[in-house]
């Protein structure tokens, strides 16, 4: 089974602060994504990344970047957290191809104050 | 672009009934449809998934959904629901526009199974 494994559950940072939100997958998948969650808003895509040092904008990737070094591993980050960060985030992965499903973390919950 | 609605943001339905959650798309000439379900504080969960073939797919958990190009529709059932499927259900359609591997997600769909 794929497993793709966020860093932390919760998180609760400061308003200002860096924060890096990491994600792990083990199944070798080329394409690595990061969405919000927001109550009625679904899922919204933040950055992906479709091979190692790539990646590209998606719908909401204002206040944040990504850093793709390796393979496996897709980072998160927030260079100054703001309290409208405050989400729940997930990580997905897939292999190559449209119909490949995508697999997911199971979320960062992050609370800015 | 391609957009994807879920027009119940809430389903309340008794234990053992039927039940239908309701998934509609943009057009396009080549889609691949996707339902997947969030229990509580997880992450999601891929239920089944429409490629090509059979209008008529079956999921894990019971599930299936029946694709209507016509309608544009791709809608989710289950004859009858357990206290267990309790969650949030999401229906994706995965991008050909951009030439990208983005999926495009509805607003989502509770569903809340009543004893």
């Known amino acids: 089974d794929v497993k793709v494994t966020q860093s932390s559950r919760y998180l609760v940072k400061r308003t200002g602060e860096k924060v890096f939100l990491e994600c792990v997958q083990d199944?070798?998948?080329?394409?690595m994504f990061w969405y919000r969650q927001d109550p009625g808003l679904g899922l919204r895509l933040i950055y992906f990344?479709?091979?190692?040092?790539?990646?590209e904008k998606g719908d909401i990737p204002e206040g944040y970047s990504v850093s793709r070094e390796k393979k496996e591993r897709f980072s998160l980050i927030l260079e100054s957290a703001s309290t409208n960060q405050t989400s729940m985030y997930l990580c997905?992965?897939?292999?190559?191809?449209?119909?490949?499903?995508?697999?997911f973390g199971d979320g960062t919950r992050l609370s800015i104050l | 672009a391609q957009s994807v609605t879920q027009l119940d943001s809430q389903v309340p339905v008794f234990e053992e009934a039927p039940v239908e959650l309701r998934c509609n798309y943009s057009?396009?000439?080549?889609?691949?449809l996707f339902w997947y379900v969030q229990y509580p504080n997880q992450g999601l969960q891929l239920l089944l998934k429409y490629l090509s073939g059979s209008t008529l797919v079956k999921g894990i958990n019971g599930f299936e959904a029946e694709f209507n190009k016509s309608q544009t529709s791709f809608h989710l059932r289950k004859p009858s629901v357990h206290i267990s499927d309790t969650a949030e259900y999401f229906c994706a359609v995965s991008d050909d526009t951009s030439g990208t591997y983005k999926y495009i997600f509805g607003t989502g769909t509770r569903l809340k199974v009543l004893a």
């Open positions: 057009s396009s000439v080549s889609v691949y």
């Open positions: 199944m070798d998948h080329e394409n």
């Open positions: 997905a992965s897939s292999g190559l191809g449209r119909s490949r499903p995508q697999h």
């Open positions: 990344s479709y091979d190692v040092k790539m990646k």
